[in-house]
């Protein structure tokens, strides 16, 4: 499905907070041009993800403050802004460094959101995580829980650090290392602490997902060996090497965490981002024809291909934060990598948002270096969507990127269903009739009888031009995608778009927590006038709808039930 710019040197770990600069640890390289040019449809299911880093209030909040309005305010105008830009996820940091954005039984307040660790928001019972997967949800997106597993400070001061922090509570646990503490990766009681702090997140909030980035083993300082010879003395005696017994340090981290996540809620997805060469062909067989002085595999100890192979993980989200063409990580070549190492699980690609306008390569002040990536994307069946760093890189709009993606992302996307996850398929809901009200277009409908118990998590209202239903796939005849886990007895939703004069056929389909989409009700054709909406009576539809009705109902009453 793949078709396959300038000397370049780039230095390792640039001044990016938190996760990008690390990428750009690479050698020299030339680059050649490609032109891509992007699909005329585009898909009707897309993962559209943004990462908003919280660590020295990268995106969010603008400034710490312990006041409730404050933080919902901040929040509730840039969930808004990307759902006005087409996004329909978002993977939000939570725990930044040994800290919390919630109120936790494990780990302190982070200072990141109230300017002092251990400090609550004011007033006291207010819970800002809970606020954020309800306002997320509200909106009608994804609401993915990015947390740092080992980071525990993100500096030596530790004069600020609360008595609950862990550098109070098990300060063996920690190895220093730069400027910055980590919890010792090969410690079981360390990996068993992280599971819990995770378990709490998953057990209490209502996440669709939780989520890693590239930071397990941290970045190697050069000539400074990472101090946990001890801890191999100790616990490895069973490895030949101590790079094999860290990288099995992380795989059962990861395998502890899949495990306790599917224990208390399987629909929540568990996906890592990690570094975006796992390994070069010259250091493994299995690696990608890239030459990173940095791997994933290697350096970072973190095997994603493992994870992927043994279940572990949802989704996949390697950080390709190169352009096409880069001879030493071309995107290109990356994206073909990866699209043939999942199988079962979703890949979305990490999106360098944070590189265009801001770096010195030549084609990061192309403007079209995103659209053409985002093109290829979708040109690769295995590819299933994008998670772009970072959100005020987004917003600052540099070589008006937040235009591009804002029609790259014009048609409404649904989130892609992870085959092996599945659910009780919603009935076909009662539709009502369509009303005029105030000069638009009234929609009323209902759960299915059948779904009054467990309603489905949202419904998707279509919109046809004329008096046919046109084509499902189509994501441009999607009109609305309403609220997730509202619980409403009654939906209504107002189309205010409506032209007068014009005939248009309205459709509602139901869709459950895992993204299934059931099947749509019966269409109801109107024309359009000033003041009113006037139905149109089509017999030949009707007869044809009346036949389809029938055995939709058989079938659903052999659909077995199944609570999620």
């Given at each position: 499905?793949?078709?396959?710019?300038?000397?370049?040197?780039?230095?390792?770990?640039?001044?990016?907070?938190?996760?990008?600069?690390?990428?750009?640890?690479?050698?020299?390289?030339?680059?050649?041009?490609?032109?891509?040019?992007?699909?005329?449809?585009?898909?009707?299911?897309?993962?559209?993800?943004?990462?908003?880093?919280?660590?020295?209030?990268?995106?969010?909040?603008?400034?710490?403050?312990?006041?409730?309005?404050?933080?919902?305010?901040?929040?509730?105008?840039?969930?808004?802004?990307?759902?006005?830009l087409g996004f329909n996820a978002v993977v939000v940091q939570v725990r930044p460094a040994g800290d919390a954005f919630y109120p936790s039984q494990l780990v302190p307040w982070s200072k990141f959101l109230t300017g002092k660790q251990g400090q609550p928001p004011i007033p006291s019972e207010f819970d800002p995580l809970e606020f954020m997967v309800e306002e997320t949800h509200?909106?009608?997106?994804?609401?993915?829980?990015?947390?740092?597993?080992?980071?525990?400070?993100?500096?030596?001061?530790?004069?600020?650090?609360?008595?609950?922090?862990?550098?109070?509570?098990?300060?063996?646990?920690?190895?220093?290392?730069?400027?910055?503490?980590?919890?010792?990766?090969?410690?079981?009681?360390?990996?068993?602490?992280?599971?819990?702090?995770?378990?709490?997140?998953?057990?209490?909030?209502?996440?669709?997902?939780?989520?890693?980035?590239?930071?397990?083993?941290?970045?190697?300082?050069?000539?400074?060996?990472?101090?946990?010879?001890?801890?191999?003395?100790?616990?490895?005696?069973?490895?030949?090497?101590?790079?094999?017994?860290?990288?099995?340090?992380?795989?059962?981290?990861?395998?502890?965490?899949?495990?306790?996540?599917?224990?208390?809620?399987?629909?929540?997805?568990?996906?890592?981002?990690?570094?975006?060469?796992?390994?070069?062909?010259?250091?493994?067989?299995?690696?990608?024809?890239?030459?990173?002085?940095?791997?994933?595999?290697?350096?970072?100890?973190?095997?994603?291909?493992?994870?992927?192979?043994?279940?572990?993980?949802?989704?996949?989200?390697?950080?390709?934060?190169?352009?096409?063409?880069?001879?030493?990580?071309?995107?290109?070549?990356?994206?073909?990598?990866?699209?043939?190492?999942?199988?079962?699980?979703?890949?979305?690609?990490?999106?360098?948002?944070?590189?265009?306008?801001?770096?010195?390569?030549?084609?990061?002040?192309?403007?079209?270096?995103?659209?053409?990536?985002?093109?290829?994307?979708?040109?690769?069946?295995?590819?299933?969507?994008?998670?772009?760093?970072?959100?005020?890189?987004?917003?600052?709009?540099?070589?008006?990127?937040?235009?591009?993606?804002?029609?790259?992302?014009?048609?409404?996307?649904?989130?892609?269903?992870?085959?092996?996850?599945?659910?009780?398929?919603?009935?076909?809901?009662?539709?009502?009739?369509?009303?005029?009200?105030?000069?638009?277009?009234?929609?009323?409908?209902?759960?299915?009888?059948?779904?009054?118990?467990?309603?489905?998590?949202?419904?998707?209202?279509?919109?046809?031009?004329?008096?046919?239903?046109?084509?499902?796939?189509?994501?441009?005849?999607?009109?609305?995608?309403t609220s997730f886990l509202a619980d409403a007895k009654k939906m209504v939703f107002m189309d205010r778009s409506a032209e007068a004069g014009k005939q248009y056929t309205y459709v509602v389909s139901a869709v459950n927590r895992q993204h299934q989409e059931g099947r749509p009700t019966e269409s109801q054709p109107i024309l359009k006038t000033e003041r009113r909406v006037k139905?149109?009576?089509?017999?030949?539809?009707?007869?044809?709808?009346?036949?389809?009705?029938?055995?939709?109902?058989?079938?659903?009453?052999?659909?077995?039930?199944?609570?999620?």
């Amino acid at each position: 499905m793949l078709r396959l710019c300038t000397l370049l040197i780039l230095l390792l770990l640039a001044v990016i907070p938190d996760r990008a600069g690390a990428q750009d640890a690479l050698v020299n390289s030339e680059v050649t041009t490609t032109n891509w040019e992007p699909e005329s449809t585009p898909p009707k299911r897309e993962f559209r993800g943004v990462w908003i880093a919280t660590v020295f209030n990268t995106d969010y909040p603008k400034s710490p403050s312990p006041m409730r309005v404050a933080i919902k305010e901040q929040y509730k105008n840039l969930i808004a802004e990307f759902k006005r830009l087409g996004f329909n996820a978002v993977v939000v940091q939570v725990r930044p460094a040994g800290d919390a954005f919630y109120p936790s039984q494990l780990v302190p307040w982070s200072k990141f959101l109230t300017g002092k660790q251990g400090q609550p928001p004011i007033p006291s019972e207010f819970d800002p995580l809970e606020f954020m997967v309800e306002e997320t949800h509200r909106m009608g997106m994804e609401f993915h829980a990015w947390m740092n597993p080992y980071r525990a400070t993100v500096n030596l001061d530790t004069a600020g650090l609360h008595p609950t922090h862990v550098f109070n509570q098990h300060r063996d646990w920690l190895l220093t290392y730069g400027t910055r503490m980590y919890l010792n990766p090969g410690v079981p009681e360390v990996r068993k602490h992280i599971a819990e702090v995770v378990g709490e997140v998953v057990d209490n909030y209502d996440v669709d997902g939780i989520h890693f980035d590239d930071y397990f083993y941290p970045y190697k300082i050069k000539d400074v060996p990472f101090p946990d010879s001890a801890t191999y003395y100790f616990y490895g005696q069973a490895f030949k090497n101590i790079d094999d017994w860290r990288r099995t340090n992380t795989d059962n981290l990861i395998m502890g965490i899949s495990q306790r996540i599917r224990a208390s809620k399987p629909h929540v997805k568990f996906g890592i981002s990690p570094f975006g060469v796992w390994s070069n062909r010259s250091q493994n067989t299995m690696g990608s024809e890239t030459s990173a002085s940095v791997t994933s595999y290697d350096d970072l100890y973190a095997d994603g291909i493992k994870w992927l192979k043994n279940g572990w993980i949802d989704y996949i989200a390697p950080q390709l934060y190169w352009n096409i063409g880069f001879a030493a990580a071309d995107y290109a070549e990356l994206v073909n990598w990866w699209s043939m190492r999942v199988k079962d699980q979703h890949l979305y690609i990490g999106q360098a948002a944070y590189k265009v306008g801001d770096n010195p390569e030549p084609k990061w002040q192309d403007p079209t270096e995103i659209p053409r990536q985002i093109a290829m994307n979708r040109n690769n069946i295995e590819v299933d969507g994008s998670i772009f760093y970072s959100a005020q890189s987004i917003k600052r709009n540099l070589l008006g990127l937040k235009d591009s993606l804002r029609t790259a992302f014009k048609a409404p996307a649904l989130v892609p269903q992870i085959d092996y996850q599945t659910g009780r398929v919603p009935k076909i809901p009662r539709f009502k009739k369509v009303r005029s009200k105030d000069g638009d277009v009234k929609l009323k409908w209902r759960p299915h009888k059948d779904d009054t118990y467990i309603k489905p998590a949202y419904y998707i209202v279509y919109r046809f031009n004329g008096s046919r239903v046109g084509d499902y796939e189509d994501p441009r005849n999607i009109l609305h995608v309403t609220s997730f886990l509202a619980d409403a007895k009654k939906m209504v939703f107002m189309d205010r778009s409506a032209e007068a004069g014009k005939q248009y056929t309205y459709v509602v389909s139901a869709v459950n927590r895992q993204h299934q989409e059931g099947r749509p009700t019966e269409s109801q054709p109107i024309l359009k006038t000033e003041r009113r909406v006037k139905k149109i009576k089509n017999r030949r539809v009707k007869k044809q709808k009346d036949k389809r009705s029938k055995k939709e109902k058989k079938e659903d009453e052999a659909t077995p039930d199944f609570r999620f």
